[in-house]
């Protein structure tokens, strides 16, 4: 059974049994203070906006059957992974790797890689590991989407202009259609997000589709 989800730039038609949930980097690093987001200079309280709306996808992602993808942005604790062009950004004292009220600055296996507490992955439900911003760099995503013949993915996390746009932009080259939930997703920069969504369903919806919390849930449901 299909269902329609209003969406901008049109409502789109998606079969649950081929859509998967794609939750981004909603980890202690990004949202919570002494993490890599704040090493950054940013105020992290503007992400935690994306909380509920995040859990209410999720929880009706659960409920529906979807496959639930969540993904961290991290590096292995010896840095292998992290370009130097990477790494040599930021104060040094506050660099990826540098030690920080949650562990070490975005490596994995610290406290702040970990996922908000609101929206742990259950057991079963995929958890990507990445290096980059995209989630299909240097990880099993593809592969794991097209073993489970996904096809269409609802997208939420943070941040909006950075990880969510550039994985939507490598899903949309591999031919998912892509529907980033607006108000599930956040960014430091109010403007940025606003742009970001705007860039996604410009042109006809250039990279995908942009839809909202509700819209999902009630597609769902
Ligand atoms: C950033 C991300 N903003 N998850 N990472 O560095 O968007």
């Not at 949202?31 to 002494?34: H, M, Q, R, S, V």
């Not at 940013?42 to 994306?50: I, M």
């Not at 600055?105 to 996922?115: A, N, S, T, V």
């Given at each position: 059974m299909t269902v329609l989800i209003d969406a901008e730039p049109a409502p789109l038609r998606l079969d649950p049994a081929t859509t998967a949930l794609v939750i981004i980097d909603m980890q202690r690093d990004f949202?919570?203070?002494?993490g890599f987001g704040e090493s950054l200079g940013?105020?992290?309280?503007?992400?935690?906006?994306?909380v509920l709306p995040c859990r209410a996808v999720l929880d009706a992602a659960r409920d529906a059957g979807l496959l639930v993808i969540h993904t961290r942005e991290g590096h292995a604790p010896d840095l292998s992974d992290a370009p130097p062009a990477k790494l040599e950004r930021g104060e040094p004292s506050a660099r990826i790797g540098a030690p920080g009220p949650m562990g070490r600055?975005?490596?994995?296996?610290?406290?702040?890689?970990?996922?908000v507490p609101a929206l742990a992955p259950r057991p079963g439900e995929p958890v990507i590991d990445k290096?980059?911003?995209?989630?299909?760099?240097?990880?099993d995503l593809g592969a794991i989407l097209e073993a489970r013949g996904v096809q269409a993915l609802l997208v939420c996390g943070v941040t909006t202009e950075v990880c969510v746009h550039t994985t939507v932009r490598e899903a949309n080259d591999r031919g998912y259609r892509c529907v980033v939930i607006a108000d599930a997703c956040a960014s430091y920069f109010p403007e940025f997000h606003e742009a970001g969504l705007a860039m996604v369903k410009a042109q006809g919806g250039i990279f995908g589709w942009v839809s909202t919390s509700a819209a999902a849930v009630a597609a769902l449901r």
């Open positions: 949202l919570e203070p002494g940013n105020d992290v309280s503007r992400l935690a906006r994306a600055i975005l490596i994995r296996g610290e406290p702040g890689h970990d996922i290096p980059g911003k995209g989630a299909f760099y240097a990880t």
